[in-house]
């Protein structure tokens, strides 16, 4: 009757068994009379499918398909249903005719919605654009208008498979109705994956559960193209890359199955080469104490020697790379009291890295220690991390990279943008990023298969991740305690610096096991420069 589509949200239709005949429940249910309508009152008004004249001799002379103009809407119509008055020869569309009874009961809204009077162009309140058409609104709230196609937004939707081949992402999106303040900065005001703009309270958009990916409604929706073209909404859906496999045989997908897997066990274990030209010595290493070669189960049984196992809280982090050591071979310390592991691959660094992609003006030489003041400890100049492993280093500008960083590829795959290849891009803070949009993250996250929405800590804002080149546990004398401290990563029942009388949890300390002594790494090297100024 009205040729309007019959959606979700009118609930209750008629359809004809036997054919494709259907009908809203409000057109079936119209009454061939209306007497003393809200639109029209004080005259009857007939329902009819052709256009009523008031005068039969014109009826003749035109014929039935003449088109007419609604009285409310303004809208040129021809066999089209509509309720006409012959006092006033006022006619008006069934559409306009059952206004009242066009509602809906939107889970974004706690009130109904019912259709506006007229088809407009305004802004509409759920994507922040401006549309033409169809609107609800909501009669007890005055700004609460949105558009038709935003009504019926899938609460769930897939990206991969899109029509202006520039973004995709692996997990099904949820549609969110809001995004307040208190949130966005708990999550640090992410911005749209798509268009890199930020958000807006009230604005509905798309979030992955799995990680932190957002997106507005209408960027995911993209309304540049034809409306929702590309949604699926069940299935793998399709996935459309950039790049050929065939073109990229050495490509490292990402994140890491688990935190033993490293770039180094990459290149020496499946590739048998490094992808930075360097220069290998046997001879390099110098340890005070001799080093045992662990490549067999029964060598493990014999020394008592337990493979890395965070279930049973059993620790064992090379010395090199600072990874786990979760399987043969490895060479560690003959001497009991002695921590010091080596992966085997570890053993076989280049001594020397030349054209490094960060640093190609210069030789960068591996050093067993930094040469810092921190016991060792240095931070990266690419993942802007703390270590305390191997490092390569330029003595000429105290450039120093930990041996992870060292060799990472130009370029790699990741699962959270899986379609694109993302590259090297040297910024202020080292990352990578597509060609084709504007998806980037840091090289220290894409290898980490972490849940981005627990990667930092609510205390502190400070990534779970950042002592994550960071052995702990070896012991050293200090000046102004009377005991050996460890290097920790502080806990709750830490409390606070002795210094600064800040909280320790989360932060890299010494800790006396002796006493009740615990101080932050940073204050205590500042009262050492301190003190010998």
């Given amino acids: 009757m009205c040729s309007e589509e019959i959606y979700w949200f009118h609930l209750c239709y008629y359809s004809c068994k036997d054919c494709n005949y259907s009908l809203h429940k409000f057109c079936a249910q119209l009454p061939k009379t209306k007497q003393d309508d809200p639109l029209h009152p004080g005259h009857d008004l007939t329902l009819s499918k052709e256009y009523q004249f008031s005068d039969p001799d014109l009826k003749l002379k035109v014929g039935v398909d003449t088109e007419w103009l609604c009285d409310i809407c303004f809208i040129k119509r021809s066999n089209f249903y509509n309720y006409h008055c012959d006092i006033c020869n006022f006619d008006i569309d069934i559409i306009c005719a059952t206004l009242s009874e066009q509602k809906m009961d939107h889970p974004s809204h706690p009130h ?61 999106l949820t549609l969110s109705f809001s995004f307040p303040f208190i949130e966005r900065k708990a999550k640090f005001f992410p911005v749209c994956r798509v268009c890199n703009k930020g958000f807006v309270s009230n604005i509905w958009l798309y979030r992955c559960d799995r990680c932190r990916y957002y997106a507005h409604v209408s960027c995911a929706a ?43 066990m990459h290149h020496f274990i499946n590739k048998g080469k490094l992808p930075i030209k360097g220069k290998i010595d046997d001879n390099m290493f110098s340890h005070e104490h001799p080093l045992v070669l662990f490549d067999t189960q029964e060598s493990l049984l014999n020394k008592s020697v337990s493979l890395h196992d965070p279930v049973n809280r059993v620790q064992l982090l090379c010395d090199g790379c600072v990874r786990p050591i979760t399987d043969i071979p490895f060479y560690k310390c003959s001497q009991h009291s002695c921590d010091f592991v080596l992966h085997e691959w570890c053993t076989r660094l ?13 030789t960068l030489v591996l050093l067993q220690k930094a040469p810092t003041n921190f ?25 120093l990279v930990d041996v992870n960083c060292g060799f990472l590829p130009d370029a790699i795959t990741h699962e959270a943008h899986p379609n694109h290849l993302l590259q090297r891009f040297k910024t202020s803070a080292d990352d990578l990023r597509t060609g084709t949009c504007a998806s980037s993250m840091h090289t220290a996250c894409a290898p980490l298969k972490l849940q981005c929405e627990q990667s930092t800590s609510s205390f502190t804002n400070r990534p779970i991740f950042e002592y994550y080149h960071v052995k702990f546990g070896r012991r050293y004398k200090i000046r102004d305690h009377q005991h050996n401290v460890t290097l920790v990563q502080g806990i709750n029942a830490d409390g606070h610096c002795v ?32 003190s010998s100024t």
């Fill in 375 to 399: 016991f060792g400890v240095f931070w990266c100049e690419i993942c802007r991390l703390p270590s305390n492993g191997f490092a390569y280093g330029c003595k000429q500008c105290e450039y």
């Fill in 350 to 362: 280049p001594s020397e890295i030349h054209d490094h992609h960060d640093h190609p003006e210069h």
């Fill in 222 to 264: 993209s309304r540049k193209e034809a409306f929702m073209s590309y949604l699926t909404y069940a299935g793998p859906g399709k996935t459309y890359k950039n790049f050929k496999d065939d073109d990229h045989p050495s490509l490292i997908p990402c994140p890491f199955p688990d935190e033993s897997f490293n770039l180094l």
């Fill in 499 to 530: 210094e600064c009388q800040q909280q320790l949890q989360y932060y890299m300390i010494f800790k006396c096991f002796g006493c009740k002594y615990a101080i932050h790494t940073e204050c205590f090297f500042e009262r050492q420069l301190d």
């Fill in 112 to 172: 109904q919605l019912q259709r506006y009077l007229n088809r407009m162009i305004t802004s509409c309140y759920a994507c922040g654009d401006e549309h033409s058409g169809t609107f609800f609104h909501c009669t007890t709230c005055f700004l609460f208008m949105i558009h038709l196609n935003c009504c019926l937004l899938p609460v769930k939707l897939l990206i991969q498979q899109f029509t202006n081949g520039s973004f995709s992402h692996s997990h099904m």
